[in-house]
């Protein structure tokens, strides 16, 4: 399970440096690819193949808009020996990340956001918002 939150620099080359912990999780080669709420998503090669697979087995009426999301910006990735990864500037563009970013663990993925936005993104969860949700979902 990928958990945890981690701050991190990307350098002037758009490099940086993967968590240790989400390297074990995430094996040798994983996929970067745009996120939701202004974030890159980080999958490991299992989760992007189900990924892969759900949007696969839906009508392309249906879910060409997701395999054009998904797919067109994403890309395959090898941490060098530092452990660090080059962010296109296409994927950089789309979470506006700056040079100061946070990586997220969200159990079947890791986010990358940029800092001030994470920040933002949680003053928005507040214990009734989090409540809700847990109402919604039983807990």
Not at 59 to 64: A, G, T
Not at 90 to 102: D, G, M, V
């Amino acid at each position: 399970m990928l958990i945890g939150e981690y701050q991190h620099s990307i350098d002037e080359k758009g490099r940086v440096i993967v968590p240790a912990k989400f390297r074990e999780d995430l094996g040798e080669c994983f996929y970067v690819a745009k996120g939701l709420d202004g974030c890159l998503f980080v999958f490991s090669q299992s989760e992007w193949k189900n990924l892969e697979e759900k949007i696969k087995s839906t009508p392309i009426s249906k879910s060409r808009g997701l395999q054009r999301f998904f797919f067109s910006g994403a890309l395959e990735v090898q941490p060098d020996k530092q452990g660090r990864i080059l962010i296109p500037q296409l994927l950089r563009e789309h979470a506006n990340l700056s040079r100061e970013i946070t990586f997220v663990g969200v159990s079947s993925r890791v986010e990358i956001w940029d800092k001030s936005r994470w920040e933002e993104a949680n003053k928005a969860l507040t214990e009734e918002t989090i409540a809700q949700a847990m109402d919604l979902l039983g807990i």
